[in-house]
């Protein structure tokens, strides 16, 4: 099932119930595709963060249960939000009871104050905290320079719920499971799996065709890929990205881009190369594999580096 919207209706929305939005703004196509029976999806661009796509960047997307609905990250921005709000509201009146905030990466949580009035339980990680505290004030600052007034209104919202192991919720004749894990993409990553379907929500712990990101360790993210490998999964859902492939093999190219990273990073510390030419010269055969690899790539070295210099 697919269903077409614009992000534009969604900001009339907003001015009519009160959340500012300054004109004029642009339409974004917001599709929703179902990938297993009562789980939708909205797969965002790969392009970077602009007023033409409003922060719309990340996969994003929705549970419905017979009681309830729970949504799985809520995309870049006030708008975006608003669009998954009414994409939502297009799909079933049930209340939206849970908002899952997968980590604290921007692209992922901005969206979440379009949710405030429904009164869910914002659920993230146990660390998710410490890290919108440190990051929260150059995190606003960086979206308003990226999306100028269309930022208006994408505050940030705090979770009042936190998961440290797993946490089982029921939206009715639908059980899903909230995992935290150890540190891998971040140190606040969660995934979310619906049950009786056995789709699995990975956010960002897999990323296909853009260049992955670690914001954490890359060592715990390959340990993390591993336990990832062993679920029993029918459906997947990636961060970025979209995969036709059976379960878990779109995990291989993710983890051979990090194997390369690994390998050859310890390779220049034996050699005694400093961090300069390591990121000058660490990877580079990954480079046509992966979108926005200049972007991403070198400070992934940078951090392979800080982390391994010191086995």
Not at 85 to 114: K, M, N, Q
Not at 148 to 175: F, N, W
Request: contains cysteine; glycine residues 6%.
């Amino acid at each position: 099932m697919k269903l077409s919207y614009a992000i534009l209706s969604a900001l009339c929305l907003a001015a009519a119930s009160g959340v500012h939005a300054r004109e004029p703004l642009p339409a974004l196509a917001f599709d929703i595709s179902e990938v297993a029976p009562g789980n939708y999806v909205h797969y965002g661009s790969f392009d970077e963060r602009s007023p033409d796509n409003l922060g719309d960047n990340a996969n994003i997307g929705f549970i419905v249960g017979e009681k309830c609905v729970l949504a799985v990250d809520t995309g870049g921005s006030l708008p975006v939000g608003l669009a998954l709000r009414e994409a939502i509201r297009r799909i079933t009146v049930l209340p939206v009871c849970y908002v899952v905030l997968t980590h604290v990466h921007p692209d992922h949580f901005f969206g979440a104050s379009a949710f405030l009035e429904d009164h869910p339980q914002f659920i993230a990680h146990q660390n998710y905290p410490a890290q919108l505290a440190a990051r929260s004030r150059s995190y606003l600052n960086a979206l308003k320079r990226d999306l100028g007034e269309a930022a208006t209104g994408s505050d940030i919202v705090r979770p009042t719920l936190l998961v440290a192991g797993q946490l089982e919720l029921d939206l009715g004749a639908r059980k899903v499971l909230v995992q935290a894990w150890p540190p891998a993409h971040t140190d606040n990553d969660l995934t979310v799996l619906d049950e009786s379907t056995r789709t699995l929500w990975l956010s960002d712990l897999l990323f296909v065709g853009h260049t992955p990101v670690i914001d954490g360790t890359i060592t715990g993210f390959l340990a993390v890929m591993n336990d990832l490998r062993a679920l029993a999964v029918e459906h997947f859902v990636p961060g970025h990205g979209r995969s036709d492939l059976a379960w878990p093999l779109p995990l291989d190219a993710q983890r051979r881009y990090f194997s390369v990273i690994l390998n050859e990073t310890r390779a220049a510390i034996r050699n005694r190369k400093t961090i300069q030419q390591a990121t000058d010269e660490v990877g580079m055969s990954e480079a046509d594999k992966w979108v926005a690899f200049d972007l991403f790539h070198r400070r992934n070295v940078t951090a392979a580096y800080a982390e391994l210099e010191w086995e």
